[in-house]
């Protein structure tokens, strides 16, 4: 969906480096979500945020850290990359508005990590 | 721990033939959703069941919720090439503080021309 854009698309990066996955969303929705990819495992939920002052941890939240700057952005960080953090990472919006749209939650293109 | 597991892992049928999916979860829900990813992108939102209906339909897919059984299907009917992809189910948990999905470990659909 082109209202919701992460960068980058793909990162190479070493074992120990921090890295910074960004999320920037068009679509005025409050809440955000990172997730993560694994083959055979579906999507997991890192973390949350409700609104700007908002952050909670998902199924996944150890070795990541979240920034919610705005309400249209919502930065997921590793502080000391993994190779176990090689994933597919996303990004999403949803809106609990009431309405044929209703917690329907809106995608990003997906962040390519490899961490070697 | 995932919330949903879908039946089957991967399926692999001709076109225009019928495609059905499962998922099945443990929790009570508020509603239950499903997606599509084609590969390496993002998510796309199909249809989304809530917990008070038993079947819904949207051109020409057919979403039906047995909350007895704790379990879903999704059928897709007339399959076209243009249908492959993985297919998720999500669920709203009951308890949900809002806005937060479980999602399944998908289905993994090839349509052959």
């Known amino acids: 969906d082109a209202d919701v854009t992460q960068t980058p698309r793909n990162r190479i990066t070493k074992t120990g480096k921090r890295i910074m996955l960004e999320c920037s969303q068009t679509k005025g929705h409050d809440r955000m979500y990172w997730y993560r990819q694994d083959p055979g495992l579906g999507l997991r939920l890192i973390y949350y945020?409700?609104?700007?002052?908002?952050?909670n941890k998902g199924e996944i939240s150890d070795g990541y850290s979240v920034s919610r700057q705005a309400q249209a952005k919502f930065s997921l960080s590793l502080e000391s990359a993994i190779p176990n953090q090689t994933a597919l990472y996303f990004c999403?919006?949803?809106?609990?508005?009431?309405?044929?749209?209703?917690?329907?939650?809106?995608f990003g293109p997906g962040t390519r990590l490899t961490v070697l | 721990s995932q919330q949903g597991e879908e039946d089957p892992q991967a399926l692999s049928i001709q076109e225009g033939e019928n495609a059905t999916m499962n998922c099945s979860y443990k929790?009570?829900?508020?509603?239950l959703q499903w997606y599509r990813q084609n590969s390496g992108r993002g998510l796309v939102h199909l249809i989304l069941?809530?917990?008070?209906?038993r079947e819904k339909h949207s051109g020409r897919l057919r979403v039906t919720l047995d909350t007895s059984k704790k379990s879903s299907s999704l059928l897709i009917t007339a399959s076209r090439a243009a249908d492959t992809a993985s297919y998720f189910c999500?669920?709203?948990?009951?308890?949900?503080?809002?806005?937060?999905?479980?999602f399944g470990q998908g289905t993994e659909l090839s349509v052959k021309p």
């Open positions: 999403a919006t949803s809106d609990l508005a009431s309405g044929p749209s209703y917690n329907e939650q809106f």
């Open positions: 929790t009570s829900i508020n509603n």
């Open positions: 945020s409700f609104d700007v002052k908002d952050i």
């Open positions: 999500a669920t709203e948990p009951y308890y949900n503080q809002g806005g937060k999905l479980i």
């Open positions: 069941i809530r917990s008070n209906e």
